[in-house]
């Protein structure tokens, strides 16, 4: 049996459902992802539990189901319709409450007393649905769930008169319910706008080289396919016909393109950038380079350790404790103290609003939220508490190269004229006429270049006849002299370079630079070179001294060649690995996480799968939109000490949670011992309880003048 299952707001919730289903008779092979939302069981054919108890059992406990008719692992189109966050049967509530809430404090304002009963309705409708659901999984097998804290809490304070106090706590938890459900789905959505990276359609060639559109999800292996100028591959293959550059940043992260040309591999998803290609598929639809991405996403998802809500954890022990004493104090010392009914009852009224877990409760999300509003603040989107909690507590940071700790694109770093016999050429003058050749070419390496030159308010001369060689130069003639640019392999085929440019050459190459090398065809005299690389954001090794200054390692995980990587970590000061695909990095991150946890930062969808796998995800705010959901937290003014900053705040947010619970349990217990005594009445239970609240409140504020990390 495969559902899909709706309502799943965070981890705990799949330990719900699976303690539920593990109470029927006959249901065996439960498997629930959080990510995909799918629930996958099997059925004892004649057994005492059937498909429609199945589906009863989650509907009581608070959830949707629907039954899948056709399994898919990467097929999204097999997903229900998502429901608007604010067409949801949450936002609702929370607005009716909140209209309930508004209305309650204006009466209050002019009739005490009809104020009172419409903060009472108020706890009664906002309670009625956690309580529903507190009674279906206690049945199920879960009796302390965080549902029956927070009902007991709220009628405990109706009970003995707190109506306004009740009311503001079931309110704030409704509120707390929906900003879940809205950040879990947003988390899911990631997974979905991976499969819009492979185009819907495809140019399948037929036998006599005639061309038609059709689905490229119906190709099969062996299909030809033709993929033009500007057009996304449709499937994994092997080029048959053509040559192009592509850009494959999708895939590998890499914003350079690849020259590719006949027999090589092209990836599902790549960019075409200037050449036709005629290219055979060998992967279908549901086993290419993206579905592959997607699966592993997934199954990364599926596979993280639930971190179950602080409160929650407690509340297995703190709400039957609680309940426990108070009936002991009402009963017992009647029965064998001959003590009045009348005392004691009042006593273990006086208990239950102390006991009344108001400040508790509030204490982790009050200091939370403090928390993610200053993250907010300082363009740091962290994606629920859980994510916050965890940050703090990494030892290792991995770090993608292009686009997390460099800026993403080519720069020109030197430009060099070489010697001539006759004539002498400035650097200036070189440029200018790399600029030249370049003018036409969308290459990201010869936008670079002219960019450089306009840049130096340098007159480009006009290029004519210029055209590509595909993956070795590019031509033009500019005053009529036959120029190209091409590597320094290839133009030292076609052009003389001497032992002292060649090793400049290698010089320039063995910093991780690009260089390509401008020569004259006609006299084979090479002119110059323009070196250019992706360099390291300004504040990269600001932000790899602070972090090792905290105690936290940082990693370099890159896809580019050794050269390269050895260079950049060099300057910044860390360790590194090169030359990874996706799933070199999701083996790299599982190992890391054996010795402690660990966090990713990226920004493609290539570092999709190990932003997942990591404890905590961590994109660059500038990177692609599925990296951004898929990640637990994003930094949106791309600044690499931004993360420092996340480790600090992190650590800041679980400090003062730590404060908050000592103020809440402490100044409670203080009052529990002086009430059970008979020294204080209801009214210090009333200040304990309020007071704690206001501590914690307070407590919480601080967190709003967080500074950043110490520089």
């Known amino acids: 049996m495969q559902y899909h299952i709706e309502g799943m707001d965070c981890a705990s919730c799949i330990g719900k459902i699976e303690t539920a289903l593990a109470r029927m008779p006959g249901v065996s092979d439960v498997q629930l992802n959080f990510a995909t939302q799918s629930l996958t069981l099997s059925l004892l054919a004649d057994g005492a539990t059937q498909a429609d108890d199945v589906e009863k059992t989650i509907k009581r406990l608070g959830f949707g189901i629907s039954a899948r008719t056709t399994p898919s692992n990467n097929d999204t189109n097999n997903q229900p319709t998502v429901q608007p966050w604010w067409q949801t049967r949450?936002?609702?509530?929370?607005?009716?409450?909140?209209?309930?809430?508004?209305?309650?404090?204006?009466?209050?304002?002019?009739?005490?007393?009809?104020?009172?009963?419409?903060?009472?309705?108020?706890?009664?409708?906002?309670?009625?649905?956690?309580?529903?659901?507190?009674?279906?999984?206690?049945?199920?097998?879960?009796?302390?769930?965080?549902?029956?804290?927070?009902?007991?809490?709220?009628?405990?304070?109706?009970?003995?008169?707190?109506?306004?106090?009740?009311?503001?706590?079931?309110?704030?938890?409704?509120?707390?319910?929906?900003?879940?459900?809205?950040?879990?789905?947003?988390?899911?959505?990631?997974?979905?706008?991976?499969?819009?990276?492979?185009?819907?359609?495809?140019?399948?060639?037929?036998?006599?080289?005639?061309?038609?559109?059709?689905?490229?999800?119906?190709?099969?292996?062996?299909?030809?396919?033709?993929?033009?100028?500007?057009?996304?591959?449709?499937?994994?293959?092997?080029?048959?016909?053509?040559?192009?550059?592509?850009?494959?940043?999708?895939?590998?992260?890499?914003?350079?393109?690849?020259?590719?040309?006949?027999?090589?591999?092209?990836?599902?998803?790549?960019?075409?950038?200037?050449?036709?290609?005629?290219?055979?598929?060998?992967?279908?639809?549901?086993?290419?380079t993206i579905a592959r991405i997607i699966q592993l996403v997934e199954q990364a998802q599926a596979s993280k350790a639930p971190t179950a809500r602080f409160i929650e954890r407690f509340s297995r022990y703190y709400t039957p404790t609680v309940m426990a004493l108070a009936a002991l104090i009402v009963i017992l010392p009647p029965l064998l103290m001959d003590g009045e009914w009348a005392t004691w009852l009042y006593r273990g009224l006086a208990l239950l609003l102390i006991a009344c877990p108001c400040a508790l409760v509030l204490s982790t999300p009050a200091a939370i939220a403090s928390g993610l509003a200053v993250g907010t603040r300082r363009g740091l989107l962290i994606k629920g508490g859980s994510a916050l909690e965890t940050i703090g507590q990494v030892k290792t940071i991995a770090f993608d190269k292009t686009g997390t700790l460099t800026e993403g694109k080519p720069r020109v770093t030197d430009v060099a004229a070489f010697a001539q016999p006759f004539t002498k050429q400035s650097d200036d003058e070189v440029l200018a006429l790399f600029a030249s050749v370049e003018s036409g070419s969308n290459h990201p390496l010869a936008k670079a270049i002219v960019g450089h030159a306009e840049a130096a308010n340098l007159l480009i001369p006009a290029a004519s006849n210029a055209y590509a060689t595909v993956g070795k130069a590019v031509h033009a003639t500019v005053a009529g002299r036959v120029l190209a640019i091409g590597s320094p392999v290839y133009a030292g085929q076609v052009a003389i370079l001497s032992s002292a440019q060649q090793t400049q050459i290698e010089a320039l190459q063995h910093d991780g630079k690009t260089v390509s090398v401008l020569f004259d065809e006609q006299s084979h005299e090479a002119l110059g070179l323009v070196a250019l690389r992706d360099e390291p954001r300004a504040d990269a090794q600001a932000a790899v001294a602070q972090l090792k200054a905290m105690g936290v390692r940082s990693v370099m995980l890159t896809g580019d060649n050794h050269r390269t990587a050895q260079a950049i970590a060099g300057h910044l000061g860390m360790e590194w690995e090169a030359e990874l695909l996706p799933e070199d990095k999701l083996r790299l991150i599982n190992e890391m996480k054996l010795n402690a946890k660990v966090a990713m930062v990226g920004d493609g969808i290539n570092d999709a799968p190990a932003l997942a796998t990591a404890d905590v995800g961590i994109a660059m705010g500038g990177g692609t939109d599925v990296a951004i959901e898929t990640a637990d937290a994003a930094l949106l003014k791309n600044s690499v000490t931004d993360v420092a900053h996340l480790v600090a705040l992190s650590r800041a947010t679980m400090a003062n949670i730590h404060q908050n619970v000592i103020f809440a349990l402490g100044l409670k217990g203080v009052f529990l011992i002086t009430t059970v005594l008979g020294i204080t009445g209801l009214w210090f239970a009333v200040l304990a309880d309020t007071g704690a609240t206001a501590l914690v409140t307070l407590n919480a504020l601080r967190l709003l003048r967080f500074k950043g990390a110490v520089s």
């Open 90 to 288: 949450k936002c609702k509530q929370v607005a009716g409450l909140g209209m309930l809430m508004a209305a309650a404090y204006v009466l209050a304002l002019f009739f005490p007393a009809q104020g009172t009963w419409v903060f009472a309705a108020a706890v009664i409708v906002g309670v009625f649905p956690f309580a529903r659901k507190a009674i279906a999984l206690a049945m199920s097998g879960s009796p302390f769930s965080i549902e029956t804290l927070m009902s007991v809490a709220a009628l405990g304070a109706l009970f003995i008169g707190e109506a306004e106090e009740a009311a503001a706590v079931v309110f704030l938890f409704s509120i707390g319910e929906l900003l879940e459900s809205v950040a879990a789905d947003r988390a899911r959505a990631g997974i979905r706008a991976l499969a819009s990276l492979v185009p819907k359609t495809a140019v399948l060639l037929d036998a006599q080289g005639g061309q038609r559109e059709v689905a490229a999800a119906s190709l099969r292996v062996n299909d030809h396919v033709l993929v033009r100028p500007g057009d996304r591959v449709p499937a994994d293959g092997v080029i048959t016909n053509g040559s192009s550059s592509l850009d494959e940043s999708p895939v590998t992260g890499e914003s350079i393109p690849s020259a590719k040309t006949t027999g090589d591999t092209v990836f599902a998803g790549s960019i075409n950038v200037d050449g036709v290609l005629e290219v055979r598929v060998e992967k279908t639809a549901a086993d290419n």
